[in-house]
């Protein structure tokens, strides 16, 4: 279906996971300040 209406399915899924990339990369940054932040000596 992608296929059919673009006829440029590489360049869909490239955007598509360049998106992914942009949204998580930073999550998983912020989330691993937040750890060592939040980090209790035992």
């Given at each position: 279906?992608?296929?059919?209406?673009?006829?440029?399915?590489?360049?869909?899924?490239?955007?598509?996971?360049?998106?992914?990339?942009?949204?998580?990369?930073?999550?998983s940054?912020?989330?691993?300040?937040?750890?060592?932040?939040n980090?209790?000596?035992?």
């Amino acid at each position: 279906m992608l296929n059919n209406a673009t006829f440029q399915p590489f360049k869909v899924f490239a955007f598509v996971a360049l998106l992914y990339f942009m949204i998580c990369f930073p999550l998983s940054l912020y989330a691993r300040y937040l750890e060592s932040k939040n980090h209790v000596p035992s």
